[in-house]
């Protein structure tokens, strides 16, 4: 059975992620260790290994392109530049926060991600406006939503460590 992430194992890798498409002039590289061995040195001088842990690879999907249902399916790192828009749930009194994600072009709704109060109070207040262009990544899964002949996905962020945002 595979092990599920930690959080915070899952915020480090969105930040890389991040990093490596919209930060870094050489794009995303492919040598991230898929393993880490801890070793040991005996009295006698012999070097062993005490314990060897698998790192599972997270499939990646970007946000904004090829939005077959397939593609969507299962716990992803979702990746993309997009336009963000907040949509508060009834809006006289919050329950829950939606942010909207649109494709940066067409403005076509991609997905939409909801957050509860607690976790939209403790975001920076940078990442509050109505709309505003970023460079995102979230781990999730989306669940497909039909609405006026339109398909989006849905999806839920539980923790700040799953998502990560840079303001473009």
């Known amino acids: 059975m595979m092990e599920r ?6 915020k ?7 990093d490596k498409l919209y930060l870094a002039q050489n794009g995303p590289s492919q040598n991230d260790p898929t393993s880490i061995i801890l070793h040991s040195i005996s ?3 012999q070097q062993k290994t005490i314990k060897t842990t698998k790192r599972y690879r997270i499939p990646c999907k970007h946000i904004a392109i090829n939005n077959r249902i397939e593609d969507f399916l299962g716990p992803k790192m979702f990746y993309g530049k997009v336009m963000v828009k907040w949509l508060p749930y009834p809006q006289d009194r919050p329950t829950v926060f939606y942010m909207h994600i649109h494709h940066p072009d067409t403005q076509k709704l991609v ?4 957050f509860r109060p607690d976790l939209y109070s403790a975001l920076d207040n940078k990442y509050k406006q109505s ?3 970023t460079a995102i990544a979230f781990f999730t899964e989306l669940q497909p939503k039909e609405k006026n002949n339109n398909t989006f996905f849905n999806g839920k ?8 945002l840079y303001i473009i």
Do not use: H, M, T, V
Not at 111 to 114: A, G, K, N, T, V
């Open 43 to 45: 009295p006698d001088g």
């Open 5 to 10: 992430p930690r959080n915070y194992d899952i």
């Open 131 to 133: 709309q505003f262009g």
């Open 111 to 114: 997905c939409s991600l909801s």
């Open 12 to 18: 480090s890798r969105l930040n890389r992620l991040l």
């Open 157 to 164: 962020i539980d923790d700040l460590e799953k998502i990560a």
